[in-house]
């Protein structure tokens, strides 16, 4: 086998071809920075905040002190530099009565989107704090705004973080944050980290599989190479080979723009870096079993888009995988994000080690595509 | 040139029938070339030219053909056979397109061919320039993108890579389209 030659060939096509050269390694690039720049490096919006703070009015609870020292910190925590809120106005309210009206003045702030959230410190505020006791932190969100409600209770955490700061205690909150183990700090990209194990493989799987997909149908004087001593299984090879080394190009360009625009890893970046070519080799195979099967240049082109969105459907992400009948699961898991995902999402948000069943998985689909790709072309009718 | 000396035969054909689909495109055709020899294939479009060229380079699988064919005295029939008659025979087809990368120049083009008979790139680089200097192809296209270039152009540098690795047979499927006269 001449592979060597026939890989400088597809390397040589793929170089003088220089604006989908451009193409292939721009957009990556230009998702990730759509993905990183909508995040910033970190909480995604700001807010404007209004705080009443009832510490001033008697305490019911049994504390052995009455203490009303914290509320103020915790207000001049707002009135400072936050980068996640800012305070528009705060009511300390002694009566019920004054309550009363200062929440009907927040409610209407709210309504006209003077505001974004208003905070209710408890009567017990300071008295929970100083006795090491869990803290009541209210918080009143325009619950029509979903991705407000999902942004402050991550933005939430900043100024929790500094009120801790200030008054030197850490014991006494229970930050109730939903999927806490999961938790990506404040200061890190929070859309990108909290998409990132969707995304990411979708992006690699999309522009691999683009990468390869019309390598066999799209190249004229590929049938007239068999009237050489090449065999079809080098020209599979060929451009498995020439393919895989541009997919290890782009994967390393996708794993070096993520970590600049704020990638959040707990777990090891070279394992990361290994499901990315895994996923990587998957696309690549797919797009050659989408070539090697496709008559016309338009076919591969239907049948990446079809492959592309039933990858995406499969990918176990719109429906529960532990849910479905087993049938439905063994085809879930034919198609690579079905295992990429839960391995991106174990290693960067869970900084678990990499799954080995779910790594071979990747490695196994890819061999399956190249098998089918290469019995598919060998039984191609390709005449000159 | 001894006709009458059997070894000198390099293309047998005998009682080659193709049939595709229940039709036959080939009926009863036999010919024999010997080393030296210049043959060439008359017929109305559809004749059944092209396919015979097909059967003799390996294009064609034994089940769509019958009959008694050697090229260097190999048989296409096996499977095995395949990769040493294609190592002795060259091919120019009739559109270039078939044969050529247009992104890359006559010189690359000439290389990946040339590889896949195991040559090295250098080897390869000189005997394309020889082969280059012989057909008449301009000296300053040779590395520029063959897209650049003109029909006849296109046309020598297919026959160049028919010829690149030095064949024993010549296949040219009507190879002067697009050549002008003075060439």
Same mark, same amino acid.
């Given at each position: 086998?001449?592979?060597?030659?026939?890989?400088?060939?597809?390397?040589?096509?793929?170089?003088?071809?220089?604006?989908?050269?451009?193409?292939?390694?721009?957009? *990556?690039?230009?998702?990730?920075?759509?993905?990183?720049?909508?995040?910033?490096?970190?909480?995604?919006?700001?807010?404007?905040?209004?705080?009443?703070?009832?510490?001033?009015?008697?305490?019911?609870?049994?504390?052995?002190?009455?203490?009303?020292?914290?509320?103020?910190?915790?207000?001049?925590?707002?009135?400072?530099?936050?980068?996640?809120?800012? !305070?528009?106005?705060?009511?300390?309210?002694?009566?019920?009565?004054?309550?009363?009206?200062?929440?009907?003045?927040?409610?209407?702030?709210?309504?006209?989107?003077?505001?974004?959230?208003?905070?209710?410190?408890?009567?017990?505020?300071?008295?929970?704090?100083?006795?090491?006791?869990?803290?009541?932190?209210?918080?009143?969100?325009?619950?029509?705004?979903?991705?407000?409600?999902?942004?402050?209770?991550?933005?939430?955490?900043?100024?929790?973080?500094?009120?801790?700061?200030?008054?030197?205690?850490?014991?006494?909150?229970?930050?109730?944050? *939903?999927?806490?183990?999961?938790?990506? *700090?404040?200061?890190?990209?929070?859309?990108?980290?909290?998409?990132?194990a969707l995304t990411i493989p979708l992006i690699i799987i999309g522009t691999t599989m683009n990468?390869s997909c019309?390598?066999?149908?799209?190249?004229?004087?590929?049938?007239?190479?068999?009237?050489?001593?090449?065999?079809?299984?080098?020209?599979?090879?060929?451009?498995?080979?020439?393919?895989?080394?541009?997919?290890?190009?782009?994967?390393?360009?996708?794993?070096?723009?993520?970590?600049?625009?704020?990638?959040?890893?707990?777990?090891? !970046?070279?394992?990361?870096?290994?499901?990315?070519?895994a996923i990587g080799l998957c696309g690549v195979s797919m797009g050659?079993f989408i070539?090697?099967?496709?008559?016309?240049?338009?076919?591969?082109?239907?049948l990446y888009l079809v492959f592309f969105i039933i990858v995406l459907l499969f990918s176990g992400q719109f429906v529960?995988v532990?849910?479905?009948?087993?049938?439905?699961?063994?085809i879930i898991y034919s198609f690579p994000l079905g295992h990429g995902i839960?391995?991106t999402?174990?290693?960067?948000?869970?900084?678990?080690?990499?799954?080995?069943?779910?790594?071979?998985g990747l490695?196994?689909i890819s061999?399956v595509y190249?098998?089918?790709?290469?019995?598919?072309?060998?039984?191609?009718?390709?005449?000159? | 040139?001894?006709?009458?000396?059997?070894?000198?035969?390099?293309?047998?054909?005998?009682?080659?029938?193709?049939?595709?689909?229940?039709?036959?495109?080939?009926?009863?055709?036999?010919?024999?070339?010997?080393? @030296?020899?210049?043959?060439?294939?008359? @017929?109305?479009?559809?004749?059944?030219?092209?396919?015979?060229?097909?059967?003799?380079?390996?294009?064609?699988?034994?089940?769509?053909?019958?009959?008694?064919?050697?090229?260097?005295?190999?048989?296409?029939?096996?499977?095995?056979?395949?990769?040493?008659?294609?190592?002795?025979?060259?091919?120019?087809?009739?559109?270039?397109?078939?044969?050529?990368?247009?992104?890359?120049?006559?010189?690359?083009?000439?290389?990946?061919?040339?590889?896949?008979?195991?040559?090295?790139?250098?080897?390869?680089?000189?005997?394309?320039?020889?082969?280059?200097?012989?057909?008449?192809?301009?000296?300053?296209?040779?590395?520029?993108?063959?897209?650049?270039?003109?029909?006849?152009?296109?046309?020598?540098?297919?026959?160049?890579?028919?010829?690149?690795?030095?064949?024993?047979?010549?296949?040219?499927?009507?190879?002067?389209?697009?050549?002008?006269?003075?060439?």
């Amino acid at each position: 086998m001449n592979i060597s030659g026939l890989v400088r060939k597809e390397l040589g096509r793929l170089r003088s071809d220089k604006r989908t050269l451009i193409l292939l390694f721009a957009i *990556p690039l230009i998702l990730i920075i759509i993905f990183g720049l909508t995040s910033g490096g970190g909480p995604s919006e700001f807010f404007r905040a209004a705080i009443i703070t009832k510490d001033d009015m008697d305490c019911f609870d049994n504390f052995p002190s009455n203490s009303t020292e914290y509320d103020n910190v915790f207000v001049s925590v707002f009135q400072d530099n936050l980068t996640s809120f800012g !305070l528009e106005t705060y009511y300390n309210v002694s009566t019920e009565f004054a309550y009363n009206n200062a929440y009907i003045e927040c409610e209407r702030m709210l309504k006209n989107e003077i505001i974004d959230v208003f905070i209710l410190l408890p009567e017990n505020f300071s008295e929970t704090i100083e006795n090491d006791v869990n803290t009541d932190l209210i918080y009143f969100i325009d619950a029509s705004n979903l991705q407000a409600v999902k942004s402050i209770n991550v933005s939430m955490l900043e100024p929790i973080a500094q009120f801790k700061l200030r008054i030197g205690k850490t014991a006494n909150f229970t930050m109730i944050i *939903p999927y806490l183990e999961f938790e990506v *700090p404040f200061w890190e990209s929070q859309v990108l980290n909290y998409a990132f194990a969707l995304t990411i493989p979708l992006i690699i799987i999309g522009t691999t599989m683009n990468l390869s997909c019309l390598s066999i149908v799209s190249e004229g004087p590929l049938p007239r190479m068999l009237i050489t001593p090449t065999s079809k299984r080098s020209i599979i090879l060929s451009k498995l080979i020439a393919n895989s080394l541009i997919m290890i190009l782009q994967a390393g360009e996708i794993f070096v723009a993520t970590a600049i625009f704020g990638l959040y890893c707990l777990g090891s !970046l070279y394992e990361l870096f290994l499901v990315f070519l895994a996923i990587g080799l998957c696309g690549v195979s797919m797009g050659l079993f989408i070539s090697s099967i496709s008559k016309t240049d338009q076919q591969a082109n239907q049948l990446y888009l079809v492959f592309f969105i039933i990858v995406l459907l499969f990918s176990g992400q719109f429906v529960s995988v532990g849910n479905l009948p087993p049938s439905m699961q063994a085809i879930i898991y034919s198609f690579p994000l079905g295992h990429g995902i839960p391995l991106t999402l174990d290693i960067t948000l869970k900084g678990l080690p990499m799954n080995f069943a779910l790594f071979s998985g990747l490695l196994i689909i890819s061999a399956v595509y190249v098998v089918l790709a290469y019995s598919f072309y060998l039984f191609k009718k390709v005449e000159v | 040139m001894k006709k009458s000396n059997l070894k000198d035969i390099i293309v047998n054909v005998k009682n080659l029938d193709v049939i595709f689909k229940k039709k036959k495109i080939i009926h009863e055709v036999s010919f024999q070339v010997f080393k @030296g020899e210049i043959i060439g294939l008359f @017929g109305i479009s559809g004749a059944g030219k092209t396919t015979i060229i097909r059967v003799l380079t390996c294009q064609i699988k034994k089940k769509y053909w019958k009959g008694i064919v050697s090229v260097t005295n190999l048989s296409p029939k096996k499977k095995g056979n395949h990769s040493k008659i294609l190592r002795n025979v060259g091919y120019v087809p009739q559109l270039e397109l078939l044969n050529l990368y247009y992104d890359l120049s006559p010189l690359v083009n000439v290389e990946i061919f040339a590889s896949n008979y195991g040559q090295k790139k250098e080897k390869a680089r000189k005997i394309a320039k020889d082969l280059f200097t012989t057909l008449d192809i301009p000296e300053d296209t040779w590395k520029n993108p063959l897209e650049k270039l003109s029909g006849g152009e296109k046309k020598r540098v297919s026959m160049a890579i028919g010829l690149i690795h030095k064949p024993k047979i010549l296949f040219l499927d009507e190879p002067t389209t697009l050549i002008n006269y003075l060439n």
